[in-house]
């Protein structure tokens, strides 16, 4: 089913939680990373040619560690810009937002950094990279995500997919609209 309307959404369910993730939902974090590398390698990448988070269709020879140092680059959060729409919906929602977010424990303390500098108020769950989402009781609220895994594991009430990319089209991300109208599914 999709969802076009979140905050119909959010009020037809009398929806009190929402708990968001943050790269791929919240944030452009592809197009942050092809920047970094952008600048390293002077190629020309852009996020809409990364459709997973090693980062393989771009750079082969990243390892994990490779990718988990350009999220912990400092440059990161310089480049990093928000999702049209998402600023907004947090600060229509600031106190039931819960960030539910994976990284390294910098790239965490960056995340909430983040989150201060733009003024937002809102409760953040960092969880290492090896720990499952679903060690966070969601059961009270929404859970949106852009992982389809993510979303399986969860035990949230209501779930919604954040899809940010087209299958059909040249295997490319192409952001059809912003958090207002955006392309989500919601799960049954």
């Given amino acids: 089913m999709i969802v076009s309307n979140i905050e119909k959404f959010i009020k037809n369910n009398n929806i009190k939680n929402i708990y968001l993730d943050v790269d791929g939902v919240l944030i452009h974090s592809c197009q942050a990373v092809c920047d970094i590398i952008n600048e390293d390698k002077g190629t020309n990448f852009l996020g809409k040619h990364v459709l997973s988070w090693n980062f393989k269709e771009i750079c082969p020879d990243l390892t994990d560690a490779d990718v988990e140092s350009l999220f912990e680059d400092e440059r990161f959060f310089k480049y990093v810009q928000w999702i049209e729409g998402a600023k907004e919906f ?9 960030i539910v977010t994976k990284g390294t424990y910098l790239n965490i303390f960056n995340k909430i950094l983040f989150f201060n500098r733009h003024n937002m108020k809102v409760v953040i769950k960092g969880l290492p990279l090896s720990v499952s989402k679903n060690n966070v009781d969601m059961s009270d609220g929404l859970f949106i995500d852009d992982c389809t895994k993510n979303l399986i594991e969860s035990n949230a009430k209501y779930k919604i997919q954040f899809c940010e990319y087209n299958d059909n089209l040249n295997n490319e991300r192409e952001w ?9 599914y919601k799960w049954t």
């Fill in 90 to 98: 947090i600060k229509r929602h600031e106190d039931h937002i819960i």
């Fill in 176 to 184: 059809i609209k912003d958090w207002d109208g955006y392309k989500m």
